[in-house]
């Protein structure tokens, strides 16, 4: 690892191990200070799930009981994913579950008793992009599902809209930025649970609806 650089460089680039798999990329992890998000978080919420997945589902960064627990997608949003998930026929032992951003973000609020999630930056989300492209390097899915706005800029570009995009599977561009298809890994952008569960009564049950849609795009894509 190399050193020298700050979190001000936001970049976490020198923090990713130069060999070693998942647990070491994780140990190593716990340590970043690729961007300012570390100062206030509780620790680094890394990825979890099947290391030989052949799908991979990218969220946006950790909530408040993730970063508690240290666990990806374990709140409320994770617990409807995971209904969506069965319901569209995908065993969630045989995926693995990240977050393009690994550290909490948010605001406290005035009594200091509820922490507020607050939407990483494109600057933050660039920081921790190496995290993610090691992840995809070591599972090697087949395909990946990014859920939400954030997920979605991270691996296809800052011109990605959800709503223009969704349920539509296209190659995952080569991580070094020149627009040429990354292998034969294709994405599937759809929309984050927490926007399912923060959406009106009136339009909660077609937004859910959506999602497993989705998702039964990617069962299909799998073969």
């Given at each position: 690892m190399s050193g020298g650089r700050g979190p001000e460089s936001y970049d976490a680039t020198p923090f990713p191990p130069e060999r070693g798999g998942l647990p070491a990329h994780r140990r190593a992890a716990e340590g970043c200070r690729g961007c300012p998000l570390y100062r206030e978080a509780t620790g680094t919420v890394f990825g979890r799930g099947?290391?030989?997945?052949?799908?991979?589902?990218?969220?946006?960064?950790?909530?408040?009981?993730?970063?508690?627990?240290?666990?990806?997608?374990?709140?409320p949003a994770g617990r409807l994913l995971t209904k969506a998930l069965r319901e569209a026929g995908i065993d969630e032992d045989e995926v693995y579950v990240t977050n393009a951003v690994k550290h909490f973000k948010f605001t406290a609020e005035?009594?200091?008793k509820r922490r507020v999630h607050k939407a990483p930056t494109l600057r933050e989300t660039r920081a921790c992009r190496p995290w993610l492209l090691a992840e995809l390097r070591l599972v090697r899915p087949e395909l990946v599902v990014t859920l939400?706005?954030?997920?979605?800029?991270?691996?296809?570009?800052?011109?990605?809209?959800?709503?223009?995009?969704?349920?539509?599977?296209?190659?995952?561009?080569?991580?070094?930025?020149?627009?040429?298809?990354?292998?034969?890994?294709?994405?599937?952008?759809?929309?984050?649970?927490?926007?399912?569960?923060?959406?009106?009564?009136?339009?909660?049950?077609?937004?859910?609806?959506?999602?497993?849609?989705?998702?039964?795009?990617?069962?299909?894509?799998?073969?």
């Amino acid at each position: 690892m190399s050193g020298g650089r700050g979190p001000e460089s936001y970049d976490a680039t020198p923090f990713p191990p130069e060999r070693g798999g998942l647990p070491a990329h994780r140990r190593a992890a716990e340590g970043c200070r690729g961007c300012p998000l570390y100062r206030e978080a509780t620790g680094t919420v890394f990825g979890r799930g099947a290391s030989d997945a052949r799908l991979m589902l990218v969220g946006e960064q950790p909530g408040d009981q993730e970063d508690r627990e240290g666990r990806a997608f374990v709140g409320p949003a994770g617990r409807l994913l995971t209904k969506a998930l069965r319901e569209a026929g995908i065993d969630e032992d045989e995926v693995y579950v990240t977050n393009a951003v690994k550290h909490f973000k948010f605001t406290a609020e005035k009594t200091g008793k509820r922490r507020v999630h607050k939407a990483p930056t494109l600057r933050e989300t660039r920081a921790c992009r190496p995290w993610l492209l090691a992840e995809l390097r070591l599972v090697r899915p087949e395909l990946v599902v990014t859920l939400g706005a954030t997920a979605g800029r991270s691996l296809l570009g800052p011109s990605f809209r959800v709503g223009e995009a969704r349920g539509v599977p296209v190659p995952l561009p080569d991580p070094e930025g020149d627009g040429e298809a990354e292998g034969d890994v294709r994405v599937v952008p759809t929309l984050h649970p927490s926007a399912v569960l923060r959406a009106r009564d009136q339009d909660r049950e077609e937004m859910y609806a959506g999602l497993v849609a989705d998702l039964r795009v990617a069962v299909e894509e799998l073969g």
